[in-house]
RNA sequence: CGGGGAGUAGUUCAGAUGGCUAGAACGCUGCAUUUGGGAUGCAGAGGUCGCAGGUUCAAGUCCUGUCUCCCCGACCA
């Protein structure tokens, strides 16, 4: 194999990385982390409300996501279930004609005739597979408690997509679903994952801004559900925030009712907007009935399964953190979920020289988390704005200028504080890898 | 689904009242020069003007239909 030497930005040794910014980006996508992905390269619109993830969107995305698991792995199996779904398993639960955002697909279509004409559920939610899957592992009631997830690409038909990563019409989530023998086993799990939740944002960098929201329960339950809101001026949602209690409202539970019924004075809260990057539900029976979900207890009898589901999104989190980091050079990532830990900026002519064998000695060293910009027909300036617009945590400049000052000029995306030193002292410093 | 805006080069856009053999900037290709904050010069390539009908001697421009995108609202397990 020919060492990769193409005039681009490196990436993890890729012969071309693929990785590109653009200088133009039409002014008709108001939303900031529209803007900003497409222009640093992290996505391309394909529909409205679709977007696919290019060389660096699809890091980030793999980012946060491998994250989430490392959380929900502790409490549940990780599975991938079906993105098609039977029309009947809808029918079951009510849901076919009371859910407006679904997609329906047809296995008789315009191209193959030959199929039959089955219906399927283009997946905009899994409890519809979830439950009737767990009726082959809960027999008895030493199957549970019991718990999975999966993390996969989503479809609702949204009527307006919007706010670009922020609402679309085809998106990632991680859903949980939870099988308990009481109400009480199901609550202890609940907390568990709220908990679980908070230790997932504070990865993320989103803790001090993230909510415990209660929220309506949707068509799922008379209960509250609970959304985690992250503040955000772009967000969808007016949330009612009680800081002193560390809990927020949805505006759509605002009411007189539910004032009385919580022991709440909505009106002494602060109104902020938000996003709602997760969202937990209380099932109780609702699903666990029509499928006739029940377990065996220890004295014979036929119990039916207390459910929770458990949601998350993925790919809204990336906009959400691309919006709410950005500043006016371009996007900010968290650590965890940058694309890469360093990106080396190479000075040089014509990529014979020290800058250039300083740069690839770095490179080859860091591996895995390092970009290596190592054009030379693009001025340096240009190198250093895409470098701020991409949005890495460190920025590394190789340069005549920098071995003369003592090896690297190290500088963090978040701050005008440069530094000079040495490879070894880099890693000593700063670490090697995330 | 209601209201508003927009579809012209790879990208961002300009092309009142029909006359276009369709432009600019950026990007791209080649040569030379250039390298610390979005280079310089020279030479090039690149378009069924969203799609389908219609009016006209003549349509990017006018009419009808249709599709798509964006924004506001309604909706949003």
């Not at 099988?179 to 907390?191: G, M, Q």
């Not at 908990?195 to 803790?207: P, Q, R, T, V």
């Not at 119990?303 to 953190?321: A, H, Q």
């Amino acid at each position: 194999m020919k060492e990769a030497s193409t005039d681009n930005i490196q990436f993890r040794n890729e012969f071309s990385s693929g990785i590109k910014t653009y200088q133009d980006v039409s002014k008709e996508q108001e939303s900031l982390n529209a803007q900003l992905l497409i222009k640093a390269g992290f996505i391309n619109p394909e529909l409205s409300g679709v977007y696919t993830y290019t060389r660096l969107g699809c890091e980030v995305l793999k980012n946060i996501e491998n994250l989430t698991r490392e959380h929900m792995s502790k409490w549940g199996g990780e599975i991938l279930m079906s993105s098609l779904q039977p029309v009947e398993s809808w029918e079951i639960t009510d849901r076919l004609e009371n859910m407006s955002s679904l997609f329906e697909a047809r296995g008789a279509n315009d191209i193959s005739r030959k199929l039959n004409s089955s219906r399927y559920i283009l997946g905009p939610t899994h409890e519809e597979i979830a439950t009737p899957l767990a009726k082959r592992y809960i027999k008895s009631y030493r199957d549970l408690p019991f718990a999975f997830y999966q993390i996969q690409t989503k479809f609702r038909n949204e009527a307006r997509p919007k706010s670009g990563l922020l609402r679309g019409r085809e998106f990632r989530m991680k859903d949980l679903y939870s099988f308990h023998a009481s109400e009480e086993d199901f609550l202890e799990f609940y907390e568990i994952m709220k908990k679980e939740y908070m230790l997932l944002f504070e990865d993320l960098g989103l803790a001090d801004d993230t909510f415990i929201t209660l929220a309506d329960g949707g068509n799922f339950t008379e209960k509250f559900s609970h959304e985690f809101q992250t503040l955000l001026p772009q967000g969808e949602d007016i949330i009612y925030l009680d800081r002193k209690n560390n809990i927020a409202y949805n505006k759509e539970i605002v009411n007189e009712e539910n004032a009385n019924r919580l022991g709440v004075n909505f009106d002494e809260l602060e109104q902020v907007t938000a996003s709602e990057v997760g969202n937990i539900f209380p099932l109780d029976f609702k699903y666990s009935q029509p499928f006739d979900l029940t377990y065996t207890t220890k004295e014979g009898d036929t119990k039916p399964i207390y459910m929770g589901c458990y949601g998350l999104g993925t790919s809204r989190l990336m906009g959400v953190i691309a919006e709410k980091f950005a500043d006016e050079k371009g996007l900010v990532w968290p650590e965890r979920i940058a694309p890469a830990k360093y990106h080396i900026v190479t000075v040089s002519k014509d990529n014979k020289d020290i800058a250039h064998e300083k740069s690839k000695e770095l490179f080859e060293v860091i591996g895995k988390d390092s970009l290596w910009d190592r054009r030379t027909k693009v001025t340096v300036g240009e190198k250093l704005n895409d470098a701020d617009l991409i949005g890495c945590p460190f920025r590394l400049v190789v340069s005549p200028k920098s071995i003369e000052n003592g090896g690297i000029e190290v500088k963090r995306r978040a701050s005008d504080v440069v530094e000079y030193m040495d490879m070894e002292e880099l890693f000593n410093k700063y670490g090697k890898t995330r």
